[in-house]
């Protein structure tokens, strides 16, 4: 990830309620950093000799995100919830046994909650699986652009095998008390992997290990990631000037044989249905000849006749 800078927000100590966790999250944040400023050595004292040298040519890059722009970031992953499927065709988003609408990560804790489901619930047929962007979910969950789930609590469940591996390990321990709530939403990242024009961020280690080993590097030398959570990074793009432009979000690989599924069914579903409406249409020519054939239609209009003279 960019550099990290000195936060600029203020910190706040009011009472914030989960709606308001992000923004809990940047301000405390920035003083956190303010208040635990990294010990001077002799190296950290040439690296900040050399920021100041080269604070004139400061990269044009180097900016903080707008809410949208920082939630276009997480458009490219997909994550899962459970539907059921009404009589008009319609999808009705399933709250679990809590009544919380729940978004999963990983394709395995979904199907777990739809099992889970299906055992307590009398229509198993009419439950099933769809996807929604991680950028939508996540502004359903925290409350950000206006978005809210009507008459209804919601969740974001990252990776549970992960989650319970790593625990809190990637929230700063003055936001672990208010975010626990919500849960950890750990990530993982290692500024080993040098990209001016990708800085990726995965949502497990094999993931990281696996893009490590794809991009040229040792297998035998995988980097010791660093944990953080989704919460802090976009409380930095929006606090913190940096190279945000080559952040990239990587959806899972555990993930994607569901995704693919699910895409693979909706694009049969949507060709069914065009296929559907094409015989109907069909059919209603058919049946406009025979009722010419019989009288009880009028024939089509000839056309004109063009004169020639």
């Not at 990290?4 to 950093?33: H, P, R, Y």
């Not at 920021?51 to 939630?71: R, Y």
Request: aromatic share 6%; proline share 7%.
């Amino acid at each position: 990830m960019p550099s990290k800078k000195k936060g600029q927000a203020k910190a706040t100590s009011s009472q914030l309620d989960d709606d308001a966790l992000l923004e809990q999250a940047i301000a405390e944040n920035a003083l956190l950093a303010k208040q635990q400023p990294s010990q001077p050595t002799a190296a950290s004292a040439q690296a900040k000799a050399a920021g100041k040298a080269k604070s004139s040519k400061k990269k044009s890059t180097d900016k903080v995100l707008t809410m949208a722009e920082s939630m276009e970031k997480l458009q490219g992953v997909r994550i899962f919830h459970i539907f059921r499927l009404l009589k008009d065709g319609a999808k009705d988003v399933v709250a679990d046994a809590d009544g919380v609408i729940a978004f999963y990560v990983s394709a395995a804790d979904v199907q777990a909650a739809l099992a889970t489901l299906k055992q307590a619930d009398t229509g198993t047929a009419s439950l099933g699986i769809d996807h929604i962007t991680l950028d939508r979910a996540f502004a359903l969950t925290q409350g950000l652009m206006g978005l809210q789930a009507p008459g209804a609590k919601t969740r974001l469940h990252f990776p549970q095998a992960v989650v319970a591996a790593e625990g809190e390990a990637g929230v700063p321990e003055p936001l672990r008390e208010r975010m626990r709530n919500a849960g950890p939403y750990p990530l993982f990242y290692s500024e080993k992997i040098i990209d001016p024009k990708c800085t990726p961020l995965f949502f497990t280690r094999s993931d990281l290990a696996e893009y490590w080993v794809a991009t040229g590097g040792a297998a035998d030398a995988v980097p010791e990631p660093t944990v953080t959570d989704l919460r802090v990074v976009i409380g930095r793009t929006l606090q913190e000037p940096g190279n945000w432009e080559s952040l990239r979000v990587i959806p899972p690989s555990e993930a994607a044989p569901l995704f693919q599924e699910l895409f693979a069914r909706s694009t049969k579903e949507c060709d069914m249905t065009y296929g559907f409406l094409s015989g109907a249409t069909r059919l209603q020519v058919v049946k406009h000849a025979v009722a010419v054939a019989d009288g009880d239609e009028p024939p089509p209009l000839a056309s004109p006749a063009v004169s020639v003279n």
